[in-house]
């Protein structure tokens, strides 16, 4: 049996034949830290991970719900483990090809705006281009990915952390305010690799609910594929400066 152990790569450009399996590992978050994750082969369940949290998104309701059963290719889930140990283990035939998943966009936000949110993930063994991923499907998905970064500790009745906006001009994170102190990961605008195992949001444009999401073995890359490129906690990622713009005045503005 092979192994690809974390932060290694494993790209297959065609089919895979036999009986054989592969066994691909990710270290994700622990301490009852949360990890967007995907699996990398075929029929794998969230019981045999053996986390202790796990739990999807429903689009439709705009709202996280407990997940069982199998993993879809190309599917996001949040999991995470309540103790230290922090290593999941997918066992299985390596995902190959081309993999579709269908978006949603029919949920409404609390103020009645659809909301159009999808959780989704690499399917692949191996980093994959975030700007080919984007640029594949564009016409169905705005131009960004949303990251978790896990802030390491609660705040009140909700998770600290925050999400990591990346697109084609670099990254920034969506809010400061989870009254946890220290700095969470910063994607490297650089470093064009999404992680193999990672999940992710994406966007789904206004008409794209039914349409799909695609995933196609050209995006794949065999560079980035570290564990410190995998977003699930607070030293995840690489630091950067980031520089907010606020522009104001009476006159329109336009680019």
Do not use: C
Request: aromatic share 8%.
């Amino acid at each position: 049996r092979v192994t690809v152990k974390s932060g290694g790569s494993l790209a297959v450009a065609g089919t895979v034949s036999g009986t054989g399996s592969v066994s691909v590992e990710k270290n994700i978050a622990d301490n009852a830290g949360l990890s967007a994750i995907g699996s990398p082969v075929t029929n794998q369940t969230i019981e045999m991970l053996s986390t202790d949290i796990a739990f999807g998104y429903d689009e439709a309701s705009n709202t996280f719900q407990s997940k069982t059963g199998m993993m879809q290719p190309g599917e996001g889930v949040f999991t995470g483990f309540s103790s230290l140990g922090s290593t999941v283990t997918f066992t299985g035939i390596l995902n190959t090809g081309t993999i579709d998943i269908a978006l949603s966009h029919v949920g409404n936000d609390d103020n009645g705006i659809s909301d159009g949110f999808n959780l989704v993930a690499n399917p692949y063994a191996t980093a994959m281009s975030r700007s080919d991923f984007i640029s594949a499907n564009s016409t169905h998905i705005d131009g960004n990915i949303w990251l978790w970064s896990d802030g390491g500790q609660n705040a009140g009745g909700n998770r600290a952390g925050d999400y990591i906006v990346v697109n084609d001009m670099g990254a920034t994170t969506v809010s400061d305010a989870d009254a946890v102190a220290g700095t969470r990961g910063i994607y490297d605008e650089v470093n064009d690799a999404i992680n193999s195992i990672q999940g992710f949001f994406v966007l789904a444009n206004s008409g794209a609910d039914g349409q799909d999401l695609t995933f196609n073995p050209t995006m794949q890359i065999t560079t980035g594929n570290a564990d410190a490129n995998f977003f699930k906690g607070a030293t995840d990622g690489i630091n950067r400066e980031i520089v907010k713009l606020s522009l104001s005045g009476t006159a329109d503005i336009s680019s």
